[in-house]
Nanobody, 122 residues
Framework: QEQLVESGGGLAQAGDSLRLSCQASGLSFSSYVMAWFRQAPGKEREFVAGISRRGANTDYADSVKGRFTISRDNAKNTVFLQLNSLKPEDTAIYYC???????????????WGQGTQVTVSS
């Protein structure tokens, strides 16, 4: 059974850094484009960052460009999101997602994790 499990969320102050991890199981990890989404209270879930199957291509939401970095380790079936220069508006539940496709996309993901909370105080 396909499963994505996020970890690494927590409390941070503005300007701090966090690193999120997502461990995948039950799927051929290197065949999947991986992404991170987030959902803040009262808002819709939004795309944050995506990475191609071998990690050569990435895509970011404008709001996180230059601050967040997505990466993956196919040998460990894990995708990461490095969050730097955190802002209070980054507060959200962060979700890992996977889709069996070739190009990095911002919609249409098939598998989702349960999410990890990131809270940033000013």
């Amino acid at each position: 059974q396909e499963q994505l499990v996020e970890s690494g969320g927590g409390l941070a102050q503005a300007g701090d850094s966090l690193r999120l991890s997502c461990q995948a199981s039950g799927l051929s990890f290197s065949s999947y484009v991986m992404a991170w989404f987030r959902q803040a209270p009262g808002k819709e879930r939004e795309f944050v960052a995506g990475i191609s199957r071998r990690g050569a291509n990435t895509d970011y939401a404008d709001s996180v460009k230059g601050r967040f970095t997505i990466s993956r380790d196919n040998a460990k079936n894990t995708v990461f999101l490095q969050l730097n220069s955190l802002k209070p508006e980054d507060t959200a539940i962060y979700y890992c997602a996977a889709v069996n496709t070739i190009k990095v996309v911002q919609t249409g993901y098939h598998y989702w994790g349960q999410g990890t909370q990131v809270t940033v105080s000013s």
